[in-house]
């Protein structure tokens, strides 16, 4: 096979000649790259949202969990089934064998009916204890001071509050030193977070902090906790530390044979890495249903070369009676198609560069924290797949346009 | 030039098979002008295929300036009819919405060879169109376009001109503007086959070929060549 640019210019005259049917035609392929472009830099987007989030949780965490876990699969406690195995103990078991490990904070959480004055907010209770501030990267106090260690280890009355909880409730008013009553027990606001903003699936706005020995005793009337976190010392391996973390706590319950745990022990590492695989998937699954529309695309590019064939049957006739061999008119008909679909593919990476732009506008002024990410790697698919695309749909009407015998052609009515 | 030996021609369509030519044979050399005659149907324009080398023949020898062309492969005819034969058609057959000038330069496309812009000018000024070379040829008139398609027939500078029906879309004005075109190129010593059933066509060529039912029944020298000056004489 010969190109010859002088082709080319014959082929772009011919399609000039049917400007809006060539564009109708390359609809398929505009709208098949640019949704795989979008989805492709969706998924990006997403998965850095994730990742943002987890450095924002910080990196060098530890999250010890209730119950036991398959391998990859989400620890039971997630599912919201309570478990009462991990208890504040254990925490301190943790904190006293583990020297590789800097702070550990300990949870439980609840709902809370939070009201001051005649005003009431629906929020979220948790229960921490006091170096929840020193574990938990990105949490800053706009005023006032957080729970102390004495506070929560015992039951004090004392509460921080929520950005959007004191909103809620004293408006711009300071909240500090305030009487709030949660679930009808009185506590003295003694803090006030800074706002974060909804960073994704916890909105930590939308939050009342109390002693962890208050919540359990007073409020909830409960002994275990519902998760600890464990902020790595810098510098130190964290698998090592994890493994470190499971053996104090198999001695801590007794437990010989680790396929027996009654607890999960996971780094905030292996967490992204499982988020990772969800979205990957999804994300490799949508782009697939995304390549299908190219498909279809491409038949329809084939549907309109075949009647263009047919309708330049006498066209090819004069060509081939002027000196075409039929591997210049197969050409001819393969680099229309090429061209098709490269411009389709061209129009279809801007316009999906565009939208998937926009997307990440939209999502960022939604107060997430989203990247614009255009992969190559989603360039190079479009690339290929617009190539394979106008080869594979071009090649048969180019074929049976060659085919044509020169008499028979010039006759076609 | 062209020399045809016994030169049979059928066509097998769904198994049915059509004879169209039994045995002819024809000797035409270099500048002469020729037409072929005959009623539809009598294999005039197949003859004319053959020698244009837009079709194969099934039997028989045809020689080409010396050369065996019998059976020869696509590729090669296709060649052949780049380089050696110019095509006139009944229905001109012009690029759609495509300038006068790339009409022209089709064949030129097909040619392998670094084109002279120039050749294409000369060829469209031959035929009287030099101020018509970027009008399109939807624009132009019947006579106008028959032009074009014999400027494209002459820009390879070919040695056989090949003309089937050129008068038979046309008015009897342009028609006769035609055949005086066709004939101009014949006195410069182009050779040119006319296809024709009308007679009055026939008469510009200097010598007759009657074919019938796929044989030549006749071939003769006209003696009553229509050109210039007699037309202007009926005319008057």
């Known amino acids: ?413 | 030039m062209i020399e045809l030996k016994g030169i049979h021609k059928e066509f097998v369509n769904d198994e049915v098979v059509t004879k169209v030519l039994h045995g002819v044979d024809l000797k035409i050399e270099k500048g002469e002008s020729i037409a072929i005659m005959g009623p539809s149907g009598s294999g005039k324009s197949t003859l004319m295929h053959i020698l244009g080398f837009l079709d194969t023949l099934s039997k028989g020898t045809y020689h080409f300036d010396n050369k065996d062309v019998s059976s020869l492969d696509d590729d090669t005819l296709a060649q052949y009819r780049n380089k050696k034969v110019g095509f006139v058609f009944q229905s001109f057959n012009l690029l759609p919405k495509t300038s006068v000038w790339d009409n022209v330069r089709l064949p030129l496309l097909y040619s392998n060879q670094k084109v002279d812009p120039k050749v294409i000018d000369e060829a469209i000024k031959s035929v009287g169109l030099e101020h018509r070379k970027e009008h399109l040829s939807n624009q132009l008139s019947g006579g106008e376009k028959q032009r074009v398609a014999i400027a494209r027939a002459l820009v390879n500078k070919p040695d056989i001109i090949f003309a089937d029906e050129p008068t038979g879309n046309l008015d009897s004005k342009s028609g006769i503007q035609i055949m005086e075109i066709l004939q101009k190129l014949s006195n410069m010593g182009k050779t040119v086959i006319l296809v024709t059933h009308e007679t009055a066509t026939a008469k510009y060529a200097k010598r007759i070929v009657k074919v019938k039912d796929g044989r030549i029944v006749s071939d003769e020298i006209n003696k009553v060549i229509t050109d210039g000056r007699t037309l202007n004489g009926n005319l008057k």
């Open chain 1, 1 to 413: 096979m010969r190109f010859d640019f002088r082709n080319y210019i014959s082929v772009i005259k011919a399609l000039k000649r049917n400007k809006m049917r060539s564009f109708l035609t390359s609809l398929g392929i505009i709208i098949g790259i640019s949704a795989v472009i979008i989805i492709m830099s969706v998924g990006s987007g997403a998965h850095s949202l994730i990742a943002n989030e987890i450095q924002a949780v910080g990196s060098d965490l530890i999250v010890v969990l209730p119950g036991a876990s398959e391998e990859d699969g989400p620890p039971a406690a997630v599912m919201g089934i309570s478990i009462t195995t991990l208890t504040l103990d254990d925490v301190k078991a943790v904190e006293r064998d583990v020297e590789e490990i800097a702070d550990v904070a300990a949870y439980v959480s609840g709902a809370a009916t939070v009201t001051w004055q005649n005003k009431v907010d629906d929020t979220s209770l948790s229960g921490v204890t006091s170096n929840y501030m020193q574990v938990e990267a990105g949490n800053e106090l706009e005023l006032g001071r957080f729970i102390t260690k004495e506070e929560s280890d015992t039951i004090t009355k004392v509460a921080v509050l929520g950005a959007s909880v004191a909103k809620e409730l004293f408006g711009s008013m300071n909240p500090i030193d305030e009487r709030i009553k949660i679930n009808k027990e009185s506590f003295r606001v003694i803090g006030l977070m800074k706002e974060r903003g909804s960073s994704s699936f916890q909105d930590s706005d939308d939050k009342i902090f109390i002693s962890i020995t208050t919540a359990q005793k007073l409020m909830l009337g409960i002994n275990h906790i519902s998760m600890m976190r464990a902020k790595v010392v810098e510098g130190a391996d964290v698998e090592f530390v994890l493994e470190k973390v499971k053996s104090t706590l198999r001695e801590q319950h007794d437990i010989d044979d680790p396929a027996e745990d009654d607890f999960t022990v996971r780094s905030s590492e292996e967490s992204l890495a499982m988020l990772e695989d969800i979205t990957g998937a999804l994300n490799y699954f949508l782009a697939m249903v995304a390549a299908i529309s190219l498909l279809v695309g491409g038949i329809g590019i084939m549907n309109i070369m075949l009647v263009s064939v047919t309708e330049s049957t006498r066209e090819i006739g004069l060509r081939k009676a002027v000196g075409a061999t039929s591997s210049n008119i197969s050409n001819h008909f393969l680099i229309q198609t090429l061209i098709l679909t490269s411009m389709g593919g061209l129009i279809g990476i801007i316009l999906g560069v565009f939208i998937a732009f926009v997307i990440s506008l939209i999502v960022n002024y939604l107060g997430y924290n989203w990247d614009f990410v255009i992969s190559p790697s989603s360039i190079i698919i479009a690339v290929v797949f617009t190539i394979a695309v106008g080869l594979s749909f071009g090649w048969y009407p180019a074929r049976k346009a060659a085919k044509l015998h020169p008499i028979e052609a010039l006759r076609y009515e």
